[in-house]
């Protein structure tokens, strides 16, 4: 079966969400100075910190993903309601600084991945099954590139194919066993692979935070942009999944890439 226009249409949509600049350029202009040269500068022990509490907060989402998320009601996503908790979370993060950034995060995290989920659903996923559960955890490893990424290995597709075994080989052991086993290789490699890339968006977020003038409004906006970027992420993610079951996945990638 051949892409309807409204199915090209839906996959440009998709393309211009996952593949045009991400948050630090956005960031960039609210606070008037590239993020990236401001994360370059800072202290080791500030990037381990970020890294441990991006970690720490994918295992909570996963947690949060295998035990809450659900089927729920069809119908639009309730995005602004989710971007209003985010973003009262960013205004405690802007307020005290990057030693919040430990108990924000996981909370602001969490808030997004029941967003992604509810874009998910409104795109026809069945939310009682682990992949897709588990597809909506992935959506979080969609939004960070990082500078040493090659331009050919940075696209949507690309990081898909790069994550596509570690979600499948942590589908496979939650169908066996569950929750049971957190440390079991499958579930511990998942987790890596998606907190590696999440720290980088992490990162450009937690940076922006600590900007002096920045204060609880700025971190308030700054978290607002954080889960926008997110819901971009996970809505064109979940686009190419929907036509992917209704037509011949490499059709719709040809489709994808060719797409303006």
Known sequence: MTLSSADIEALKTAKAYLEHPGLAAKIS???????????????????????????????????????????????????????????????????????????????????????????????????????????????????????????????????????????????????????????APAIVRLITQIASRFSIVVSEKAAAQMVPVVGAFGGALINTMFIDHFQEMGRGHFIVRRLERLHDPEEVRHVYEAAL
């Not at 381990?48 to 509490?53: H, S």
């Not at 295992?59 to 995005?79: H, I």
């Not at 898909?160 to 066993?177: E, F, G, Q, Y």
């Open 29 to 183: 202009m609210v606070v008037g100075a590239p993020i990236e040269k401001s994360i370059a500068m800072l202290p080791e022990r500030w990037r381990l910190l970020v890294n441990e509490a991006a970690r720490k907060s994918i295992e909570k989402a996963l947690d949060v993903a295998l035990w809450t998320l659900g089927p729920g009601k069809p119908g639009p996503p309730s995005n602004w309601w989710h971007k209003l908790a985010v973003g009262t979370t960013g205004a405690a993060g802007g307020a005290l600084g990057w030693t919040a950034l430990a108990v924000e995060l996981p909370v602001s995290t969490t808030i997004m991945l029941r967003s992604i989920a509810d874009i998910a659903r409104s795109e026809g996923e069945d939310l009682s099954t682990a992949d897709a559960r588990l597809q909506c955890l992935q959506v979080l490893a969609l939004g960070g590139r990082s500078s040493s990424d090659d331009a050919a290995d940075a696209g949507y597709f690309a990081a898909r194919t790069a994550m596509a075994k570690a979600v499948s080989d942590a589908a496979a052991h939650l169908a066996r066993r569950g929750l049971s086993d957190k440390g």
